[in-house]
């Protein structure tokens, strides 16, 4: 008898757990590629050689 109270109440905490897990928002990580622009970005800001885009659609 406890037994099978204790595996209906650990089958109600994973469908709550289950439902808490679908509402939060995971977070996002960078994929390779964004990382290796964003690499790139900082090295050509360090460099000076930068251009914002701004910049760039003005001399388009």
């Known amino acids: ?3 099978a109270t204790l595996k ?7 469908e ?5 897990n679908s509402l939060l928002v995971k977070e996002e ?3 390779k590629s964004e990382l290796k622009a964003i690499r790139a970005g900082k ?9 914002s ?3 760039i659609k003005k001399t388009i």
Do not use: C
Not at 8 to 14: A, E, G, H, P, T
Not at 43 to 51: D, L, N, P, S, V
């Open 1 to 3: 008898m406890a037994e």
């Open 8 to 14: 209906q109440i650990y089958s109600k905490l994973n």
């Open 16 to 20: 709550i757990d289950q439902k808490v």
């Open 29 to 31: 990580k960078p994929t």
């Open 43 to 51: 090295k050509q800001f360090a460099q000076g050689t930068f251009r």
């Open 53 to 55: 885009w701004d910049e």
